[in-house]
């Protein structure tokens, strides 16, 4: 696809974004492609023109994401709803989905430019969360959900309920509902798997459970889940990919089940799904010494 117009949508308390972000406008210049900033980051360049977040991937072929992965998880929950393919270009060293480092930013975009990148379509879960009858925030995600017990000192109690019948109540200091894009994030922390990101699940893993036998557990793309929060008082928390986040009471739920959206990532022709494992969890190379990709 002929990108003509690129919008950026940058983590402004890097320092480097400003200046990245000229460079990239000067790149764009010369090769007639228009570039659209986000108002945020507009402001900080001084420049009068910007537009909201969540319109700019209705105005744009694609959408750079400056930052770390925090930029790229709030680039597709704003752009979800246009199917923009994204960019991410990590400020410090490559991450899971901000997989071009600065040094390769020119090169990636000459690539994009001649219409020779390649993208992943990755899941995302819709989430509700309700107080009785009332809807308190009904988005999407392209990591997780996590309920945990906030400022209590004890553990909650979380009753899952699977395509209306009932799984089990977690007594434990949280739930994390993944998907296996997100199986890399918190979830794996907390002993989640990996799941390889192309595969369509939704993994549902307590946070060190009173009961021993409560593992993780994987469900198929077409489940959907009720959580039920039934331990008094507040202090429980429900926070989205790790940005937005509610308080819960006894008796508000959360709805999630798989979206209709998907977040397009281009991919990097460098490095693949695998070597980011690699040099993330500081894996070892092969001890036959049989190539390394």
Known sequence: MKIGRIGIIANVRKGKAPELIARLQGWAKDRGVEVVLEREIAKKMGEPAGVDRETIGSLVDMVVAFGGDGTLLMAARSVRKFDVPILGINLGAFGYLTVFNLNEMIEALEMIHRGEY?????????????????TIEDCSVLNDVVINRGNLSRMVDLEVIVDDRYLTTYRADGLIVSTPTGSTAYSLSAGGPIVFPMLHSIIINPICPHTLTNRPVMLPESAGIRIVLWTKGIGATATLDGQLS??????????????????????????????????????????TGGIRQ
């Open 118 to 134: 390649r993208t992943e379509r990755r899941m995302m879960l819709d989430v509700e969360v309700r107080s009785g009858d009332r």
């Open 246 to 287: 509610f308080d819960l009471r006894s008796g508000d739920s959360i709805v999630v089940r798989r979206s209709a959206y998907v977040t397009n990532l281009v991919t990097s022709p460098r490095r693949g799904y695998l070597q980011i494992l690699r040099s993330k969890l500081g894996w070892g190379g092969s001890p």
